[in-house]
């Protein structure tokens, strides 16, 4: 279903199960392992983000694998190769609806959804999300991309049986946006300021109004199970907690860090700070919270892309409520 080879954008490997780069240099027998996902680059990139807020575990190690989509991260949870994970809301529901849910979604990681967006490239005739009858327009199936892209075509009075929609990973969108095999890209992160800086690449329309800004932190049961390693899971959200307060508060320097990372102007990144619907903040499990990802679970029933009625209920863990909302 998704792309599982390597970014042809950006330098380093994403491939499923990929072991890289640790915090700390012990060996994993002296400490214990937590082992996080790492989905995309740039502001995604959370061992990017506790360097440059020069944040780092105490008492345990981050032993980090890189994925293209929260898709590959469940995947990988349902496989126990990971203890804990970042994604949207959506690859659980698509979880929720098959035999295997080896997680418990235990935060919400609240913030920007206009760094979602439909690309079209420099030039295009493609004005208005009514334009894209009749267009092939690619996007990441079973993720934010999918979602948005429905509900975006719903506000037009369009089907998505009126596009010619392209399921596709990352690196294969980017390298079909670069050489105009289709007519816009449904895209999240790095790849927007990427084809915008490089290949004269126009927003068409950001996820604003169509996602609830709502991103969820996942653990393995297992993990959760045994105390000392849920421990290490709160360690790792206060980490987390503490890297968006450090972005929010620094983000020139964080705009700075990013640009590099992905290799782009620093003024392509502050633009869409300067655009962002909120910044990055993690909350505790809320009735709220467990409502949205239902109402998303309902869209893509009606929309066919379930084979039944989901409830995400049992998909949630509030036992780090109290920890969240704990002072920093």
């Excluded at 289709?182 to 290949?199: C, H, K, L, Y």
């Excluded at 309902?298 to 409830?311: C, E, I, R, T, Y």
Aim: charge should be positive; charged fraction near 20%.
């Amino acid at each position: 279903m998704v792309d599982r080879r390597r970014f042809l954008i950006g330098a380093g490997a994403a491939g499923i199960g990929l072991t890289v780069a640790s915090c700390g240099g012990a060996r994993k027998d002296d400490v214990p392992v937590l082992r996080a996902a790492i989905i995309g680059r740039g502001e995604a990139d959370y061992r990017l983000l506790f360097k440059a807020a020069g944040l780092a575990p105490q008492g345990f190690r981050l032993e980090y694998s890189e994925f293209q989509s929260g898709q590959l991260a469940v995947e990988a949870l349902n496989g126990n190769s990971l203890d804990v994970a970042g994604m949207s809301e959506i690859p659980p529901i698509f979880a929720a609806a098959s035999a295997i849910q080896s997680f418990k979604q235990v935060a919400v990681s609240h913030g920007d959804v206009n760094n979602q967006v439909v690309l079209v490239p420099k030039g295009s005739a493609i004005k208005s999300l009514a334009d894209l009858k009749g267009k092939r327009v690619a996007y990441v199936r079973a993720t934010t991309t999918q979602y948005f892209l429905i509900k975006m075509l719903e506000s037009v009075g369009l089907k998505w049986s009126d596009i010619t929609p392209v399921a596709m990973g990352v690196s294969d969108g980017a390298a079909a946006f670069g050489r105009g095999s289709i007519d816009a890209w449904a895209i999240f992160g790095f790849p927007i300021q990427r084809a915008i800086a490089t290949e004269g690449a126009r927003i068409l329309k950001t996820a604003s109004g169509f996602l609830s800004g709502n991103y969820i932190v996942s653990a393995h049961v297992d993990t959760l199970a045994d105390p000392a390693k849920s421990k290490l899971v709160g360690d790792y959200l206060t980490l987390l907690r503490r890297g968006y307060a450090w972005a929010d508060a620094h983000q020139d320097a964080w705009a700075a860090a990013i640009a590099k990372d992905i290799g782009v102007p620093k003024s392509y990144v502050l633009d869409q700070f300067a655009r962002k619907s909120d910044s990055f903040s993690l909350r505790p499990v809320t009735p709220a919270a467990i409502q949205s990802q239902q109402e998303v679970a309902d869209v893509f029933l009606k929309a066919g892309s379930l084979p039944h009625p989901v409830d995400v209920r049992p998909l949630w863990d509030d036992r780090f409520n109290s920890l969240i909302e704990k002072a920093l």
